[in-house]
């Protein structure tokens, strides 16, 4: 239960476009399309942006896009704004002993 | 409104035991797979366990397997997770979240406000 690779921070300045990326093993993110991520503000619960690796939710900005080439998945988010500034996580479904679920380290996205 | 409120968390020593408890509400608790996650100060989201709607399948992250117990009450709206021999790190805001399916590797959908356990001496 090895926790998915994050960049600790990312930088962007309003308007632009950024890319988090998560990167994996065949055993989690490359195995299988069961990849989330989620937004957290300080102090707040983490909220859920992405679903199967590119799904939004109800009520999630389409700013928000997912997708994955082989172990790495990547989370973009386009039209930066000041309220996009957190902390996001991705996650994957592994069955690579039991079944569970793994976290990326998480990413600070500072938006300049 | 789809609600989950956590309690129980609290200060506990070293070896000693805890249990939290999620309350649901604003949805059918008994259709969904629950979970809890907890994050230590300053750092990242840990899965710590999963169960399923009628807790046919139950499962553990490998730093918890054996200390922690996770079950559900569907007729109280209810997820607990009794926590034995605590270790200092098991420290952290613990999580209650739901699957937006009815397994493990579903997107968590609905998150509570989290429950601090602190142990301690």
């Known amino acids: 239960q090895s926790a998915l690779t994050q960049p600790a921070s990312v930088f962007g300045s309003p308007g632009q476009s950024i890319t988090i990326s998560c990167t994996g093993t065949?055993?989690?993110?490359?195995?299988?399309?069961?990849v989330s991520w989620y937004q957290q503000h300080p102090g707040k619960a983490p909220k859920l942006m992405i679903y199967d690796v590119s799904n939004r939710p109800s009520g999630v900005s389409n700013r928000f896009s997912g997708s994955k080439s082989g172990n790495t998945a990547s989370l973009t988010i386009s039209g930066l704004q000041a309220e996009d500034e957190a902390d996001y996580y991705c996650s994957s479904y592994t069955s690579s002993s039991t079944p569970s679920v793994v976290f990326g380290g998480g990413t600070k996205l500072t938006v300049l | 409104e789809v609600q989950l409120v956590e309690s129980g968390g609290g200060l506990v020593k070293p070896g000693g035991s805890l249990r939290l408890s999620c309350a649901a509400s604003g949805f059918t608790f008994s259709s969904y797979s629950m979970n809890w996650v907890r994050q230590t100060p300053g750092e990242g989201l840990e899965w710590v366990s999963s169960?399923?709607?009628?807790?046919?399948?139950?499962y553990y992250a490998d730093s918890v397997k054996g200390r922690f117990t996770i079950s559900r009450d569907n007729a109280k709206n209810s997820l607990y997770l009794q926590m034995n021999s605590l270790r200092a790190e098991d420290t952290a805001v613990y999580y209650c979240?739901?699957?937006?399916?009815?397994?493990?590797?579903?997107?968590?959908?609905?998150w509570g406000q989290g429950t601090t356990v602190t142990v301690s001496s």
């Open positions: 979240a739901r699957n937006s399916g009815n397994y493990l590797y579903y997107g968590m959908d609905v």
């Open positions: 169960i399923s709607s009628s807790s046919s399948y139950i």
């Open positions: 065949s055993s989690d993110v490359g195995g299988y399309n069961y």
